[in-house]
Nanobody, 115 residues
């Protein structure tokens, strides 16, 4: 059974940092592209960042220079380091794994940034 378990969300003030973690179970983690998406009420889920199995990364323009995505294949874990947080970063953040036609989502973790 595939599970993506996120942790690390919470409340932060503008300018502070948070790190999200996602541990994957039941997949060949090292062969998956791992990503973080976010969603706010009434809006579509949007890509924040992803990292391919060979290490290439991709970031949304809104987070470039502030967020960093990392993966540790030995721990089946992907991280999202979020620095210089802004109120606009407030959202539910979802972990995602994809490989070929397979696609899996975590349950989401809330990040709230106050001004």
């Amino acid at each position: 059974q595939v599970q993506l378990v996120e942790s690390g969300g919470g409340l932060a003030q503008a300018g502070q940092s948070l790190t999200l973690s996602c541990v994957a179970f039941g997949i060949r983690f090292d062969m998956n592209t791992m990503g973080w998406y976010r969603q706010t009420p009434g809006n579509e889920r949007e890509l924040v960042a992803d990292i391919a199995n060979f290490g290439n990364t991709n970031y949304a323009d809104s987070v470039k220079g502030r967020f960093t995505i990392l993966r540790d294949d030995a721990k089946n874990t992907v991280y999202l380091q979020m620095n210089s947080l802004k109120p606009d970063d407030t959202a539910v953040y979802y972990c995602h794994a994809r490989r070929l036609s397979s696609s899996y989502w975590g349950q989401g973790t809330q990040v709230t940034v106050s001004s």
